[in-house]
């Protein structure tokens, strides 16, 4: 059974930093890709930033310059070092994997996600 734990978040001031990683486990197969998303109170969830096996990465404009997203393929695990952080950052942030895992048999990608990391920013 897959599973993603997520660590992480908490509360900071506006210009502080935090890192969130994500750990997934319960596969053979290997995410891909992996990424963080968030959701604030009354928005719908978006994309924060991805990044494939190969170290391809994607990010929100909102965050180009100021979050870095990483991976460690061996212990298929993704972090999210965020820096310079602002009150709109403020959300709860999912870990998110894609894996062609279907019972333990390969099949069809699909969407894994965490159970959600809150991570506040006060001014």
């Known amino acids: 059974q897959v599973q993603l734990v997520e660590s992480g978040g908490g509360l900071v001031q506006a210009g502080g930093s935090l890192r969130l990683s994500c750990a997934a486990s319960?596969?053979?197969?290997?995410?891909?890709?992996m990424g963080w998303y968030r959701q604030a109170p009354g928005k719908q969830r978006e994309l924060v930033a991805s990044?494939?096996?190969?170290?391809?990465?994607v990010y929100a404009d909102s965050v180009k310059g100021r979050f870095t997203i990483s991976r460690d393929n061996i212990k298929n695990t993704v972090y999210l070092q965020m820096n310079s952080l602002k009150p709109e950052d403020t959300a709860v942030y999912y870990c998110?994997?894609?894996?062609?895992?279907?019972?333990?048999?390969?099949?069809?990608?699909?969407?894994?996600w965490g159970q959600g990391t809150q991570v506040t920013v006060s001014s």
């Open positions: 998110n994997a894609v894996l062609p895992d279907v019972g333990g048999l390969p099949g069809k990608p699909r969407d894994y």
């Open positions: 990044i494939t096996s190969g170290g391809s990465t």
């Open positions: 319960g596969s053979s197969f290997s995410p891909n890709p």
